[in-house]
């Protein structure tokens, strides 16, 4: 897979982003599983009170584009797919995540640039 990480550090915040792309060709081809990334500083965990742990993943069939999203904020979990995302809008793409996120009670920011969700505090 292509992976690409970045860091970035600003005022007293870091942000972790990683993308990982995978392609899989075909219907019998096994489903990817799902990467987790543990942040450790001085070999203890690194995560924060206020972190915000979201996993995605992009599924195409013949039928279209399905999102799948799972996100973590403390003990508040929002589990959720988007159908039919190829034929969204960012607007009504990003429209259904928030919807979801409130849903599930968790107070974050989803917005879209070109089908790409991000989510954040």
Known sequence: PDTQVSVTDSSNQRKVTMEVQRTANGSAA???ANITL?????G???GTSDALDVQERKMRTDKG???ELIIVDGAKRADFT????D???DARLQAAVQAKLQAAGITANASVANGAVTVKH
Do not use: H
Not at 82 to 85: A, E, F, K, P, R
């Open 65 to 67: 584009s399905s999102l």
């Open 82 to 85: 988007i159908d039919g995302v």
């Open 38 to 42: 543990n942040l450790t500083k001085d």
């Open 30 to 32: 096994p489903e990817p």
């Open 87 to 89: 034929q969204m809008s």
């Open 44 to 46: 203890k965990s690194a």
